[in-house]
């Protein structure tokens, strides 16, 4: 089972980036298709970004799109969201999980493990 942990969240102005990372422990990342969530306070959870096991494909949500880039480090077993242009919309909780594709719909994969996530908060 693999076990995550988000960092890098931070309080930030609009219109400035940051980078997440999300670290995995256990097999390895590349075994699975990952996303980034995120959850904004009383809201439900979202899904941000998925890529496949390949690395080949990512999928956006069009709220993000254009803005922010999802990468990986198969030997740190790490996975990265670059986030630029962030607006307060952007604010929430973000996440790491495995993900999957259900009928075009991006949700988490019945196998996603949750760590405790990592707050962003965009001020305007």
């Known amino acids: 089972q693999v076990h995550v942990e988000e960092s890098g969240g931070d309080l930030v102005q609009t219109g400035e980036s940051l980078r997440l990372s999300c670290t995995a422990s256990g097999p390895p990342f590349d075994h699975y298709s990952v996303g980034w969530f995120r959850q904004a306070p009383g809201k439900e959870r979202e899904v941000v970004s998925c890529t496949t096991w390949s690395g080949e494909t990512t999928w956006y949500s069009d709220a993000v799109k254009g803005r922010f880039t999802a990468s990986r480090d198969s030997v740190k077993n790490t996975r990265y969201l670059q986030m630029g242009d962030l607006k307060p919309e952007d604010t929430g909780t973000y996440y790491c999980?495995?993900?999957?594709?259900?009928?075009?719909?991006?949700?988490?994969?019945?196998?996603?493990?949750w760590g405790h996530g990592t707050q962003v908060t965009v001020s305007s």
């Open positions: 999980a495995a993900c999957v594709s259900v009928g075009g719909v991006i949700l988490p994969s019945s196998v996603a493990t």
